[in-house]
T-cell receptor, first 113, second 118 residues
Framework: EPEVTQTPSHQVTQMGQEVILRCVPI?????FYWYRQILGQKVEFLVS????????KSEIFDDQFSVERPDGSNFTLKIRSTKLEDSAMYFC???????????FGQGTRLTVV | AQSVTQLDSQVPVFEEAPVELRCNYS??????LFWYVQYPNQGLQLLLK??????LVKGINGFEAEFNKSQTSFHLRKPSVHISDTAEYFC????????????????FGGGTRVLVKP
């Protein structure tokens, strides 16, 4: 069964460093998303991506964040200069078309020290 | 803006007993509704969804949910739980927008942690 895959499963980084979280969405899907879940809190929407551009972003997704689909299969989230409060589980998701369910990856646990 | 409230943060339940997890939402437009499950140290897995049609929807692992538009609720139920149902359950909504580029942003509730005891 096709699935969304995320790498790495766990990333530890020093405050101020750049990180790139990687995702391979399901191959025929057209919409891509990043969500995050700070420990003990809700899953929060960060950004959606369609047709090679951001379609919507939350207030969390500030200038420190960027997304890219560099090669037609990967979908990356970059955090330019990490802060302690960026520590969270980051989920990638994809959906095949509008108004269908999103399929989630297993997540990348980011720890900023 | 839409919001989702899961009234119970934790639900302890004995094995083979029934369980109901409550979810209420608010939105100014029509929504699609979902329940996701997160097993320990894993990602989010879709349990079931309501898009249209019958208000009683059946999902995987014996779960079902009923959409009640007048009460803006989408409660999840299982008549007999197993130890393996111990997990966190998330209710989520997405707005029914006709804008192709808008995608399907999900708004999640705070989650309900179900602990099944033997």
């Amino acid at each position: 069964e096709p699935e969304v895959t995320q790498t790495p499963s766990h990333q530890v980084t020093q405050m101020g460093q750049e990180v790139i979280l990687r995702c391979v969405p399901i191959s025929n899907h057209l919409y891509f998303y990043w969500y995050r879940q700070i420990l003990g809190q809700k899953v929060e929407f960060l950004v959606s991506f369609y047709n090679n551009e951001i379609s919507e972003k939350s207030e969390i997704f500030d200038d420190q964040f960027s997304v890219e689909r560099p090669d037609g299969s990967n979908f990356t989230l970059k955090i330019r200069s990490t802060k302690l409060e960026d520590s969270a589980m980051y989920f990638c998701a994809s959906s095949v078309q509008l108004n269908t369910e999103a399929f989630f990856g297993q997540g990348t646990r980011l720890t900023v020290v | 803006a839409q919001s989702v409230t899961q009234l119970d943060s934790q639900v302890p339940v004995f094995e083979e007993a029934p369980v109901e997890l409550r979810c209420n939402y608010s939105s100014s437009v029509s929504v699609y509704l979902f329940w996701y499950v997160q097993y320990p140290n894993q990602g989010l897995q879709l349990l079931l969804k309501y898009l249209s049609g019958s208000t009683l929807v059946k999902g995987i692992n014996g779960f079902e949910a009923e959409f009640n538009k007048s009460q803006t609720s989408f409660h999840l139920r299982k008549p007999s739980v197993h130890i393996s149902d111990t997990a966190e359950y998330f209710c989520a909504v997405t707005l029914l927008l006709g804008i192709k580029a808008a995608g399907n942003k999900l708004t999640f509730g705070g989650g309900t942690r179900v602990l099944v005891k033997p």
